[in-house]
């Protein structure tokens, strides 16, 4: 193994100050970000006794990096941070142009037009539809409706006659009720298109946690929904007009754009009017890559018993891009994915170190997948256990805010005292997916019980004389209200304030400590700007090793003398 290390480059050096074999516990609080006291502030306003603590005891072992635009490889400096791009950033100590912007790049030059994904799908254009697949939002986590426009356009300039577009409702990166304006939006454009001879519509549409874009096999129910009204033109809502069908169907009791339910378009003797046929073309037009998979799993593979497709219509499909680089999923895209490479996973997998990864379903893929660099599987089956905690399914993570955090916290406590493994790692979901749910009260008590399960990891590396590392992927519940420029929440004449159920701008917190953590090794004070894509390197060097050199550099330094805490 090490010579075979040594050969591919993989071999790291050793740290000249910081030694090996100390356990590293490394916690990622989802949607965790830092903001000032406040009453829309959900983390300040819970009881959160470790992470204050941590703040508090060591100023020079607690910082803030960035999570959001450019740290972290999106288009801009407006474009909040998210669980793809900020655990890509972590566990790859690089910064990638990510997905939103290399699709951004791809429409700008037309290369679009010329790769071998577009080529492919445009053979169904002369007597097959194309049918677009997608998130309809200007969120920039997962899709953005002004790309949806471009490849709009740009198609039938390539030759597509029969355009069908297959919706999903936002209310999660956006606001709720967005979803409206959006479908007008839309609307005008196909209407233009319909003008200039291409028939074009909206075919079905519903909301993006009900309908189709579930994640990580946690609920293939959800994607069988848009199946059946995407494919085969199947819903319990039928309406002639998107716009009437999402107005009417959000007057429904605790309807929402996140929660729409499923519908089609039918023409006027009730026959819907884009079902997916043999011969068509589909896209599917987000450029992340979780909540796509299932769906391109469904439309791609041959052998499929997730649920019963009653129809597999023969169809060539694109991705926007390449979901899945393990799986090769799906095997024709519109736009090449990040190539992120060499990875902090598979450097120490690759320098022997044992590693455990857990977290509660909605956030597995988070901290393997995605940390790995958009790959499923494992660097190294001897080296490495990947555990998911069954995340409970069927009801909103307001109901259950504590979601499974303790349980996840654990299974790493058991890894950290088993003595196996050199990295235990999870992800703590709640202050993200209950902060989606723009629900304070439950926002609150999921942040407290966050803080309490990282207390049991903190308690364990504690026990065995490890370090540990907490740090966030992007903010969320430190912010849950609509603001305005100053930042004062927006009201209503009522006094209302509409909740805020996005991911922020807001830096994160990081911490490091325990007993095995150097007395002289402490934060840098020359990287003011260090964002996530800092965290491996960090990590490297806690495990007694020097980062690669093309790696973002370390948050650490250490000091011949004894840090000594002030
Ligand atoms: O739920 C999701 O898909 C996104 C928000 O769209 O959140 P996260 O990036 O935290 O996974
Ligand atoms: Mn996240
Ligand atoms: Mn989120």
Redesign the pocket.
Known sequence: MARRAEEAGWKLADHPRLGKGKVVGVVVL??WGEAPPDPFNCIHVADTPTLDALKKGSPERWRLIKAHGTAVGLPTDDDMG??EVGHNALGAGQIYAQGAKLVDMALASGKIYEGEGFKYIQKSFETGTLHLIGLLSDGG?HSRIDQLQLLLKGASEHGAKRIRVHILTDG??VLDGSSVTFLETLENDLAKLQEMGVDARIASGGGRMYVTMDRYENDWQVVKRGWDAQVLGEAPHKFQNALEAVKKLREGPKANDQYLPPFVIVDESGKPVGPILDGDAVVTFNFRADRMVMLAKALECENFDKFDRVRFPKIRYAGMLQYDGELKLPSHYLVAPPEIERTSGEYLANNGIHTYACSETVKFGHVTFFWNGNRSGYFNPNLEKYEEIPSDTGIPFNIQPKMKAREVAEKARDAILSNKFDQVRVNIANG??V??TGDLEATIIGCKAADEAVKIILDAVEQVGGIFVVTAD?G?AEDMVKRDKSGKPIRDRNGNVQPLT??TLNPVPIAIGGPGLASGARFREDLQDAGLANVAATVMNLHGFEAPNHYEPTLIEVSAAPYLKS
């Open positions: 989802d949607g998210n669980s986590v999660r990166d993200d997916m902060g989606h992007h969320n996005s991911h």
